[in-house]
Nanobody, 120 residues
Framework: QVQLVESGGGLVQPGGSLRLSCVGS????????TAWYRQAVGKERELVAS???????SYADSVKGRFTISRDDAKNAQWLQMNSLSPEDTAVYYC??????????????WGQGTQVTVSS
């Protein structure tokens, strides 16, 4: 079994920054695609940023130039650096990962979610 544990959410003023972290533990042989999603109240969950094991990161248009996704597979970790935050970024943020376990099976996992609130 694998767990993804997030941290780093909170309350920030417009224009501020936050850095979200997500660390995996358990039966992890290799991490494939990783991503961050968010879900605002009354809205569907949306993809914010993703980064494959080999390739370039991609971003939703709404966060391009402001958010940066990164990963360190040696630490089973990924991060989302969020700058120039606006109230429209308020949501619960979830990390997501496709992970190959010790017997070669691929599963998709989600973090528990962390609240990001942008307000003055």
């Amino acid at each position: 079994q694998v767990q993804l544990v997030e941290s780093g959410g909170g309350l920030v003023q417009p224009g501020g920054s936050l850095r979200l972290s997500c660390v995996g533990s358990g039966d992890i042989f290799r991490i494939e695609d990783t991503a961050w999603y968010r879900q605002a109240v009354g809205k569907e969950r949306e993809l914010v940023a993703s980064i494959p094991a080999r390739g370039m990161a991609s971003y939703a248009d709404s966060v391009k130039g402001r958010f940066t996704i990164s990963r360190d597979d040696a630490k089973n970790a990924q991060w989302l650096q969020m700058n120039s935050l606006s109230p429209e970024d308020t949501a619960v943020y979830y990390c997501n990962a496709k992970i190959i376990n010790g017997i070669g099976l691929v599963y998709e996992y989600w973090g528990q979610g962390t609240q990001v609130t942008v307000s003055s």
